[in-house]
């Protein structure tokens, strides 16, 4: 199954992070809610989204690529940061190019968090 879309549309769906315009705060919740193991283990992906931290900050996203498109979306909810790569190169890796960009724009918001928890 593969995802078609385009810019107009990723800052539609990144918007809906911070404004929660379509299904409101509870779909935002259901969304952003790791699954879990049928022993309880929580994983870092659920409902199509990896869920996870980096360096410190907690990120929401997902990487896509095929017929050498490369893609990539990313949103630190609470640093009010999305971060979307359309890429029509597959040597491009989104991935990576994302979290730069990330280090670059966040890197205020890393600082305070590694304070916090030394």
């Known amino acids: 199954m593969n995802l078609h879309t385009?810019?107009?549309?990723?800052?539609?769906?990144s918007n809906n992070f911070y404004t929660y315009?379509?299904?409101?705060?509870?779909?935002f919740n259901l969304i952003?809610?790791?699954?879990?193991?049928?022993?309880?283990?929580?994983?870092?992906?659920g409902?199509?989204?990896?869920?996870?931290?980096?360096k410190g900050l907690h990120w929401i996203?997902?990487?896509g690529g095929i017929a050498g498109y490369n893609t990539m979306f990313i949103?630190?909810?609470?640093n009010n940061l999305s971060i979307t790569i359309l890429a029509n190169l597959a040597s491009i890796?989104?991935?990576?190019?994302?979290?730069?960009?990330?280090?670059?724009?966040?890197e205020n918001d890393v600082q305070k968090e590694n304070k916090k928890n030394s």
């Open 6 to 13: 385009n810019v107009e549309d990723m800052a539609k769906w």
């Open 32 to 45: 952003s809610k790791p699954g879990q193991l049928n022993n309880g283990q929580p994983l870092t992906y």
């Open 61 to 63: 996203g997902h990487a």
């Open 75 to 78: 949103t630190f909810p609470n």
């Open 21 to 27: 315009k379509v299904g409101g705060k509870k779909l």
């Open 47 to 54: 409902f199509g989204l990896e869920l996870k931290e980096y």
């Open 93 to 106: 890796s989104s991935f990576n190019l994302s979290f730069r960009i990330a280090d670059i724009l966040l």
